[in-house]
């Protein structure tokens, strides 16, 4: 899991987590808060009614009061009357005041439709039987006419104005009032015990709705975040353990990798040490991996990688590791290797193994294997010398033609200590700028002009003379060192091109050997232009030669956009060593090829081979039909230049023409073969 899709996928689950708790929170909370609010109204209904029961219950005592209070007054002594007086008229004050309050909670109106339902409060109040309103009024104005007249009998006034037959209490008010007053109490019970009764069946109905709301929160929400959740962190949890396993494994083979390898080795190494047993290093390399890939297509050759691994690890034990270094590089760890005879058995049954036929798509591939074995302590003590030395060993098995295996010896010991001598002598070269260049002129075999000259790298070392091209240049390669080697050699034979160009020295192009590292430099094709514009030398007098390795290279690379460039910038391209890669016809194509060189091989002793005649033939003829140009490298002797030129091949290069040059022998060499420029001679004497 790349790291944006990562994070895309955890803000996701984190706005889902946060939605889901919010949204769930807030049901929640409105479904309390309406809870909260219903139990609110129940409780001041209750109290609404326990007030109004209150005021009934006062109104039914007070009205009794008054009954009793007016038949005491009435009946009592002179002396006593006025403390009577009194008490009757604070309690009809009370009673007229309650009754008022009492009509103010209730909010009874006397034209509410409500009047004509027997069970309402209206209907008590203003309705038949009990009309309580009218009783009620009576009775305050029946009190009230009862206190005037007592109060002008004792304050000794003329007698009561309004007829004493009036002044007497009717007992019907009171009773029909008292009556009224207790039908309006039950009526007002009747009424709270129904509204309690509905506020309870609500707020029941909405506790289970609460209920059912967070049984249907925890269902569809936290639930299904949960299993959300849940997943992500197994997704998480996989994608972890997958990393960790990509970290330490080769995702081709499943092996373990360089990396694993590096951080366990040392590891493996102790253990031995401490069991006193010997470690063998048996590092393998597939001898036809290349041709493979080359002529059957990537996809083989991933094939054959996963059934070598599979070999590797069917041929040896749960102990042993078995690692990928990268490409078709293998290397096997066994642990308790006992002794050279032991060691010598295993790998001989390994490489059995591994050297079966596989079939691949009907196709019968035989992959060949060598290998190279170290043994621990005998021939290192460490895990990178172990390596190094496994290396060499294998090295030394592919030059005896690949398909075995050879052991560490002193001879490769000190071919070790040479070649990182060399490594270190390379290394200061690269940085004094020793490496030279020199000359190899390309002509024309029909009328001796020059086509062109390849410019070859050379090192003449402080100490030990010239030391040949095949001796440092895979150092180089293996080190690393041949993309600055090359640079190097670029611009010295740029600068010396642009320099003859300049002094009208003809040398028809100049070609210069470039590598698939040096093309997969990502600044190469910059680097070449700016020393072409620098030297002053057009990019037309320049080709670049490469292998049929480096035109076969995946797009993917870059290096087969970066050729198209760089060609289309006006440098030429040839293909060199043509015929002995494996290269489709599908590639030579004029459209990216100049040139093809024909490999020295095929032009050696043409002249009594007549397969090495019929190739040449055949590849002069397929140039010639193409519109490709075509140079034979390699031609020394002159019935090899005559067996050329009877083909048709008229461009050769080789020690019959001339060795490689140093710059200035070489300018000697052009110099000596450019065409006479006419010299203009003055005539003496009048003209007629």
């Not at 092996?255 to 031995?272: S, Y």
Request: hydrophobic share 45%.
């Amino acid at each position: 899991m790349s790291q944006q899709p990562a994070q895309t996928v955890s803000g996701k689950l984190i706005l889902l987590i946060k939605s889901g708790y919010w949204l769930a929170l807030l049901i929640i909370a409105a479904m309390v808060m309406a809870s909260f609010i219903l139990l609110q109204q129940m409780m001041a209904a209750q109290q609404h009614n326990h007030t109004l029961l209150d005021i009934v219950s006062t109104q039914k005592a007070l009205s009794q009061r008054i009954v009793f209070l007016t038949s005491a007054t009435g009946s009592a002594a002179r002396d006593k009357q006025p403390a009577l007086v009194a008490a009757l008229k604070q309690a009809t004050a009370e009673f007229e005041a309650n009754y008022d309050l009492l009509l103010k909670q209730t909010g009874a109106d006397p034209l509410s439709p409500a009047l004509s339902d027997l069970k309402s409060i209206e209907s008590v109040l203003y309705g038949k039987p009990f009309h309580l309103d009218y009783f009620s009024v009576g009775l305050v104005a029946n009190g009230e006419r009862l206190i005037s007249s007592f109060e002008s009998q004792l304050s000794g006034n003329a007698a009561y104005k309004g007829g004493g037959e009036r002044v007497n209490l009717d007992a019907s008010v009171a009773n029909a009032t008292l009556s009224g007053y207790a039908a309006l109490g039950q009526r007002i019970a009747a009424f709270a015990d129904e509204r309690s009764e509905k506020l309870l069946d609500l707020h029941r109905t909405l506790f289970y709705a609460t209920i059912g709301v967070i049984v249907l929160v925890a269902l569809f929400i936290f639930r299904p975040m949960s299993k959300a959740i849940l997943r992500k962190t197994h997704e998480l949890v996989d994608a972890r353990n997958s990393m960790a396993f990509i970290a330490v494994h080769d995702g081709l083979t499943g092996l373990h990798n360089r990396t694993f390898l590096t951080d366990h080795f040392e590891t493996l190494i102790k253990g031995a040490h401490r069991r006193r047993e010997r470690l063998a290093v048996i590092q393998l390399d597939l001898d036809r991996f290349k041709q493979i890939n080359d002529t059957l297509g990537h996809a083989a050759g991933d094939y054959v990688l996963v059934v070598t691994a599979q070999r590797m690890r069917d041929s040896c034990r749960a102990s042993d590791l078995c690692a990928r270094l990268g490409g078709d590089e293998f290397v096997m760890i066994l642990n308790g290797a006992g002794g050279p005879e032991d060691i010598n058995m295993l790998a001989r049954r390994i490489l059995e193994e591994i050297n079966e036929p596989i079939t691949f798509q009907g196709t019968t591939i035989l992959p060949g294997a060598s290998a190279g074995i170290a043994v621990y302590p005998i021939d290192a003590d460490n895990a990178e010398d172990l390596l190094v030395h496994a290396d060499l060993a294998l090295y030394s098995a592919k030059k005896l033609g690949g398909g075995s295996f050879s052991f560490f010896s002193e001879e490769l010991r000190r071919e070790l200590d040479y070649r990182k001598q060399l490594e270190h002598d390379i290394k200061v070269a690269i940085s004094e700028n020793a490496f030279q260049v020199y000359f190899q002129p390309q002509v024309s075999l029909s009328n001796g002009a020059i086509s062109g000259i390849e410019a070859l790298v050379r090192w003449k070392h402080a100490e030990r003379g010239m030391i040949a091209p095949g001796e440092f240049i895979p150092v180089a390669e293996k080190c690393g060192f041949m993309p600055e080697i090359g640079r190097i050699v670029f611009t010295k034979a740029i600068e010396q091109a642009a320099e003859w160009d300049r002094a009208g020295i003809a040398f028809g192009r100049l070609a210069v050997n470039v590598s698939g590292t040096e093309l997969r430099e990502p600044d190469f094709d910059r680097f070449l232009f700016a020393t072409l514009e620098k030297a002053g030398l057009a990019p037309q007098k320049l080709s670049l030669e490469i292998v049929e390795s480096v035109i076969l290279d995946d797009e993917k690379t870059g290096i087969a956009a970066k050729l198209r460039h760089i060609r289309a910038a006006g440098v030429h391209l040839e293909l060199d060593d043509f015929g002995t890669g494996y290269a489709s016809l599908s590639h030579v194509n004029p459209n990216e090829i100049d040139r093809l060189k024909i490999d020295r091989r095929f032009v050696q002793n043409i002249n009594e081979n007549g397969d090495n005649t019929k190739i040449v033939r055949a590849i002069t003829e397929l140039a010639r039909g193409l519109g490709i140009s075509i140079v034979a490298e390699g031609a020394e002797t002159e019935a090899e230049l005559d067996s050329l030129m009877a083909i048709g091949c008229d461009q050769v290069q080789g020690y019959s023409i001339a060795f490689p040059m140093p710059q200035d022998k070489a300018r000697e060499w052009l110099l000596a073969r450019s065409p006479k420029k006419a010299k203009l001679k003055v005539l003496q004497g009048n003209l007629a």
